[in-house]
């Protein structure tokens, strides 16, 4: 099947190092959530996955074969990028259109459809839309496109609240009665937690994190309660995103808790949470 | 194949608007000149209708990349599709704009007596010889505003100035160079030219043949700038 | 039904407790269809994997089956099933804590049973 294969993937500019030895398997027919913070370089990272920018070292390969120039891979992959790059006097329905001639697996019925749902006017040049509409008209695209990869730069950059609603359930629905690879680059991750089935993290340019989040988030907890109390339980455990609000902390442990655990937390009259894979995220990558 | 077609069809597309204004304002001037000629009969000859197509089809080469490598990028098409793909779109844009100057010519010099640059410098008056010449130079123009604007935008702001100022000097140079020869590098440099556009011999076909050969060279470059380009704004 | 994210249950045994209330609530009755799970995944905004590991746990337990080409439908005996199994699970599930909680309050047993008999409030000791 068509695993898409990240090896040893680093970018430089100049001297600075935007990606570092990235080497990760993105398997078939899952939803994939590219974290980070602002400048991590998942922006990067998708660019080189697109054959739009080459990286400084090692090789993205889809299916045994590299993305480089190569038109057989690239034509099963669209990418929703953050650049506009459709041409800004053309109307939305052309760009369907043109985009039917370069993915024939365009399903046009399909997308005027969604256009409609979304309210999207699609005689409309591209240049007239705003900026929550421009993601719309790039994400319908995308979803209309068929392609067996599709990766999603920031999809709802600029949407309201039921528009975000809108793309979940109908990315949601696209998966399910089509499975393909999906990858997600966003911020919002409390949105787009349930919907991901691994989160790919990436800090300052490296990799931190590849997991399901259902592993993430169950070998994770949150201990809190007074600080000295709390300071005594984390000792010797791998903590993050330590907080302290007066006499009270809370920390998260990069653990499972394990009987004597409990037993310790009981005694020393501490709570454990379930982790918020937000909190989670910000404590991995600050 | 069909592929790399899709990238030209849709090149041609972009041209498509500005190339039908062209040739309306181009009819409606060869109108007026008609109506013009017809109320003073005297013999006034009229030509060089072809360097009009000649500078509209070198501004199109300029205008022909950016917004366009963009959308193919969009689209996931390689660089080397888009490469081949506009360089067919170019070509067929040049045969075709050729070919529509030489009938609207030869049926505007059954009207009044317009003489066609091909017979102005060649002497040589047949159809074949009229389309190639102006393909030729189309192609030409075309290719070198392409290798222009892929030049601008490969560049960064130094670059960009150092580009733009960089003939000056250039031709200094050569000015320098020339009246240290006693003036033997211009005079080679015409020769060469001469006989290159076929006017020793009065050969269109020379000409014609020196220009294609000159857009090859120049598009056998622009492969260089084309193969690492990337998104810009 | 309803799927609370912040809780401590992995949302997919949330999701098949949800669905064997239903059942034993008879909204979804022995030998019929229940939603899909692409329904189930778009109304919740949940990874349809999520949604189909709930749906599995189900069929694994005999409480589902799959009908090629037609979806998800209740097997029969399934309400039986489900109440045995909850019945077995009750005690782990709210007597323990119950009892835990009590213990910290100082509330005795006897309490305990006059609250569940007559549901009064009792003075703290």
Known sequence: ?286 | MNSILKVSKYQIHDFKKSVMIFYSIILLLSLALIVLMSKNPEEVTFGGLEMTTAIFIFVAGLNCFKSNFKFMLANNVSRKRFYIGNIIALVSVAAFMALLDTILHNALSLIFPYENMVFQIYNNNSFFAKFLWSFGLNTLLVCLGWFITMLYYRCNKVMKIIVSIAPIPIIALFQYINRLSGGLVSKAAADLLYKALGLANNNAYVGALSFLVGAAVITLICFVPVRNATAKD | MFIDFSSEKPIYMQLAEAIEDNILKGIFEEEAQIVSTTEISVKYKINPATAGKGINMLVDEGILYKKRGLGMFVSTGAKKKILEKRKNSFYEEYVKSLLEEAAKLNISKEDIISMIEGGKEIESN
Request: proline content about 2%; hydrophobic content about 40%.
């Open chain 1, 1 to 286: 099947m068509k695993a898409i294969e990240i090896k040893g993937v680093s970018k430089s500019y100049g001297n600075t190092r935007a990606l570092d030895k990235i080497t990760i398997t993105i398997e078939p027919n899952r939803i994939y959530g590219l974290l980070g913070r602002n400048g991590a370089g998942k922006t990067t990272l998708l660019n080189m996955m697109t054959n739009r920018i080459f990286p400084t070292e090692g090789d993205i390969t889809v299916d045994g074969e590299t993305v480089y120039e190569n038109d057989k891979v690239l034509r099963n992959m669209f990418y929703m990028s953050e650049q506009n790059l459709y041409p800004e006097g053309e109307k939305v329905k052309d760009i369907y259109k043109w985009t039917k001639e370069f993915y024939p697996s365009f399903d046009m019925e399909y997308a005027k459809g969604l256009s409609q749902k979304f309210g999207l006017d699609v005689n409309k040049k591209v240049k007239a839309l705003s900026t929550g509409y421009t993601s719309i008209f790039k994400a319908i695209t995308a979803l209309a496109s068929n392609a067996g990869i599709i990766l999603f730069d920031e999809p709802v950059l600029g949407l309201d609240a039921n528009h975000r609603d809108m793309f979940y359930k109908e990315l949601i629905a696209n998966y399910s009665e089509c499975p393909k690879t999906i990858i997600i680059s966003t911020h919002l991750i409390d949105e787009v937690a349930a919907v991901l089935e691994e989160a790919i993290i990436i800090k300052e340019g490296k990799l931190i994190i590849k997991q399901s989040v259902e592993e993430l988030l169950s070998g994770a907890y949150t201990v809190s309660g007074e600080a000295s109390k709390v300071d005594k339980y984390i000792q010797g455990k791998k903590c993050v995103g330590i907080e302290t609000i007066g006499g009270f902390k809370s920390a998260t442990v990069m653990e499972v808790a394990n009987d004597k655990d409990q037993a310790l937390a009981e005694e020393l009259k501490v709570e454990f949470t379930k982790p918020e894979l937000q909190k989670l995220f910000i404590s991995l990558t600050n």
